[in-house]
């Protein structure tokens, strides 16, 4: 009788409510809501409030917790006061759904050496491949069959890297060259870019929003030095000089500066326009191996969105620059330009390089060093990866540690996320590649092929498909 009194009491008590965006802003009035209001319901109120022409989902927090089920199974019971006004937190979920890859599609035998990088171009249309083999290898995404073996390197080819406009693909190697390659016909593009006197360890193209023209590069070397190149003249135009050892990686970022890190233990932010230094952002114990920003998918995908664009081709530079940088200011208008950074201390800081020098937080759990850190595309989670065998996800916004996954019974290398933010895969030194639900935060699906330890991972910006390739000198396609 009692437990029946409890239920229909549960039933009928009732909380002020106000729904409340990531940055804050209120929508709608209060809401007096019961505590059975379900996900499902909360979607439909959301939607009316913001008045979408199509359903949209959303996920909802109350106090830092996700509502799964009802509001009352996320609530304290003990702790909950009728009194008060509950702010409810919407966050907006992509409309589209990337479905699991589950199967390997095509093993492209071809690279004559291990396969060091893959990347998919930003229109989604070709596949480059670079390894130990000096080539650089274009491969046809549709018919998963190869495309061109592109010949000019003398040495490995350490890094690719995609102009946002997909019209052409970098390549760089131990050589410390850089040779531009046209994807159509597999022809090299203008003079081998020389300058660097040791290997090149990242490149980074000048974002779309700023220049639709896509001819200016950044490169990293082992010789401290970061260099800007004009690659149509294929001359250098800027020099970065500051770091006193190897600069590991160049990231291009959106709002006109560059961010390098190096095994000096710093990073350092520049101004783009005229390669003057801006600040020096300082913490890490040891070689700084990794950045992320949290655009980092936005400068990606430039001027095509895979998902909106479908069946619309905009040819005006102008227009898709505007669509670009509108593109960009969305994701940055909740925080800004945000910068992570990975270390050989075992550690993650979560940076504001925009504004300040001080860390907004330090990640440490890792038991190991960590070899990469990825945003998701709408840059709510962080995925850092580490030769502790482990991936640890952060919140992207405070760098509050979220979960651990497990699985890889060796070093991860690797991660991509799907463009809907609802997966991610790894590549590990174990030889698998393993993806992982965002939603449940556990392994989804192994997928073993490889035989033996896969360096690279992409995931194709459509969504469509994911590429890996390793020491096996093969190049796999995944798909659905």
Partial sequence: MENMEEESNNDERRLLCRFKSETGDIVGDLMDLPLQCTTEQLTLICNALLQQDERTPYLFFVNENEITNTLDSSLDSKLLNTEEVLDIIYQQQAVFRVRPVSRCTSSLPGHAEAVISVSFSPDGNHLASGSGDTTVRFWDVLTQTPDYTCKGHKNWVLCI???????KLASACKDGRLILWDPKTGQQIGK?????????????????HKNPECRLLASSSKDCDVRIWDTTLGHTVLTLAGHTKSVTVVKWG???????????RTV??????????CRTLEGHAHWVNTLALNTDYILRIGPFNPITDAGQKITDKTELQ????????STVQCAGERLVSGSDDFTLFLWQPEKDKKAIARLTGHQQLVNDVKFSPDARILASASFDKSIKLWDGLTGKFITTLRGHVQAVYMVAWSADSRLMVSGSADSTLKLWD????????????????????DWSTDGMRVASGGKDKVLKLWQH
């Fill in 192 to 208: 081998t870019m020389t300058g660097h006197r040791q290997w090149i360890t990242s490149l980074s193209w000048e974002p779309y």
């Fill in 161 to 167: 890297a995609w102009a946002p406009d997909s019209s």
């Fill in 268 to 277: 350092k932010v520049w101004r783009a326009n005229d390669g003057v230094l």
């Fill in 438 to 457: 965002m939603k449940s935060k556990k392994l989804a699906v192994d997928l073993p092929g490889h035989a033996d330890e896969v360096f690279a991972v």
């Fill in 322 to 329: 505007k669509k670009t940088l509108e593109q960009y200011e």
């Fill in 254 to 264: 959106g709002s006109g500066l560059i961010y390098t890190a190096s095994q000096d």
